[in-house]
């Protein structure tokens, strides 16, 4: 079993930066694909990004490509998102998940592990 932890969410305002952490109860940390994804009110849970247990792949969704970065410290188990020039369209909340395969999926049924989800809303 893992457990994920998800904290540094918050309200910010248009083109702030925020860093969310994810932090894993698994001493295999580095056997999981980690990523993250969010659920606005009202939609439907979306791919944000993701990274493979060895870190040497990465994947973004389009509308953060290049505004968010995603990283993971094995050392740490601890998985982190860096979100730059925020949008209000960035609003929702963010999930980290887990999946004990070395390849990046989008759907996120293919994670078995979640954390419980941290707020980002981001006023304009």
């Known amino acids: 079993q893992v457990q994920l932890v998800e904290s540094g969410g918050g309200l910010v305002q248009a083109g702030d930066s925020l860093r969310l952490s994810c932090a894993a109860s698994t001493r295999a940390f580095s056997s999981y694909t980690m990523g993250w994804f969010r659920q606005a009110l009202g939609k439907e849970r979306e791919f944000v990004a993701a990274?493979?247990?060895?870190?040497?792949?990465?994947k973004y969704a389009d509308s953060v490509k290049g505004r968010f970065t995603i990283s993971k410290d094995n050392a740490k188990n601890t998985m982190y998102l860096q979100m730059n020039s925020l949008k209000p369209e960035d609003t929702a909340v963010y999930y980290c998940?887990?999946?004990?395969?070395?390849?990046?999926?989008?759907?996120?049924?293919?994670?078995?592990?979640w954390g419980q989800g941290t707020q980002v809303t981001v006023s304009s």
């Open positions: 998940a887990a999946r004990f395969r070395n390849y990046i999926t989008y759907d996120p049924h293919d994670y078995r592990y």
């Open positions: 990274i493979t247990w060895s870190g040497t792949d990465t």
